[in-house]
């Protein structure tokens, strides 16, 4: 199984400024099929990046999702007052799919 | 629209069995994988069980090997979990997910969740 390690636990921000999130897979995840999802209270989460790299249906260009093999990177460019949620990272390249553990970015 | 609908939820008691079911709609169900994700309290995501497609393939967490079954009718546009042997930590919110293509990838429909409580 591949464990998915998130850090930081927690991101504490103001609106406008950029929001770095890491997501670091105990081993390689195969093809970088890695995705990046947000979480709002009382809401399922919503796809945000897939293939590590590629932007979902919808959503904003001031999301983008970096990285490769075990090391990967959910950027927020200027945070807007909508984007104070958990965030978890996902591999899907391997048969038993896993989560990260989320990063909470709060104001 | 494309929708997700889970029911079946409730409580039951440890030891005990639970269906949880999900209807699809707005979209062609039979072409693609679809899982089974939970939540417990205050708690992150957690993958249970995916099933193909044509419903011959199916993966399960450690967790729940050998007590859950996922299953699906295509005639009926709808996914199952059977659950026997529940146990407190079972208890959680269960989504139901569709995956982007018939034999896997991310997860981009969710439903809203159905609520799962295990205790006595």
């Known amino acids: 199984e591949i464990v998915l390690t998130q850090s930081p636990g927690t991101l504490s921000l103001s609106p406008g400024e950029r929001a770095t999130l890491s997501c670091r897979a105990s081993q390689i995840v195969s093809s970088n099929y890695l995705a990046w999802y947000q979480q709002k209270p009382g809401q399922a989460p919503r796809l945000l990046i897939f293939?590590?790299?590629s932007r979902a249906t919808g959503i904003p260009d001031r999301f983008s999702g970096s990285g490769s093999a075990t090391d990967f990177t959910l950027t927020i460019s200027r945070l807007e007052p909508e984007d104070f949620a958990v965030y978890y990272c996902q591999q899907y390249g391997s048969a038993l799919l896993t989560f990260g553990g989320g990063t909470k970015v709060e104001i | 629209e494309v929708q997700l609908l889970e029911s079946g939820g409730g409580l039951v008691q440890p030891g005990g069995s639970l269906r949880l079911s999900c209807a699809a709609s707005g979209f062609t169900f039979g072409i693609y994988s679809m899982s089974w994700v939970r939540q417990a309290p205050g708690k992150g995501l957690d993958w249970v069980s995916a099933?193909?497609?044509?419903?011959?393939?199916?993966y399960y967490a450690d967790s729940v090997k050998g007590r859950f079954t996922i299953s699906r009718d295509n005639s009926k546009d709808t996914l199952y979990l059977e659950m026997s042997s529940l146990r407190a930590e079972d208890t959680a919110v269960y989504y139901c997910?569709?995956?982007?293509?018939?034999?896997?990838?991310?997860?981009?429909?969710w439903g809203q969740g159905a609520m799962v409580t295990v205790s006595s």
């Open positions: 099933l193909s497609g044509s419903g011959t393939t199916t």
């Open positions: 293939g590590a790299s």
């Open positions: 997910a569709k995956q982007h293509s018939w034999n896997g990838g991310p997860f981009d429909i």
